[in-house]
């Protein structure tokens, strides 16, 4: 089984700046499987950032340059550090956990609004 736990959501002005975090607790807790995607109302769930399976990471070209995806293996936690925030960057931010079975965590919102 596997737990997620997301904080780190609120609301900052435009070119402000999160950190998110995820932690993931049970049996089948797997830092590599992990990874951060968002909701805009009305649109459909994306990927935000996640790391590979090779070790690698990737992320969606909206935020490549501005956001870090990076983790504590003791604490089996992954972070999501957000500059340059903008007003399209709100959303409902999900971490989610994919091997055999994908789990997701309750979402933590981001609003980015002066």
């Known amino acids: 089984q596997v737990q997620l736990l997301e904080s780190g959501g609120g609301l900052v002005q435009p070119g402000g700046s999160l950190r998110l975090a995820c932690a993931c607790s049970?049996?089948?807790?797997?830092?590599?499987?992990m990874g951060w995607y968002r909701q805009a109302p009305g649109k459909q769930r994306e990927l935000v950032a996640a790391?590979?399976?090779?070790?690698?990471?990737k992320y969606a070209d909206s935020v490549k340059g501005r956001f870090t995806i990076s983790k504590d293996n003791a604490k089996n936690t992954v972070f999501l550090q957000m500059n340059s925030l903008k007003v399209e960057d709100t959303a409902v931010y999900y971490c989610r956990h994919q091997t055999q079975y994908i789990y997701w965590g309750q979402g933590t919102q981001v609003t980015v609004s002066s």
């Open positions: 049970g049996s089948r807790c797997s830092i590599y499987a």
């Open positions: 790391f590979t399976s090779g070790g690698g990471t």
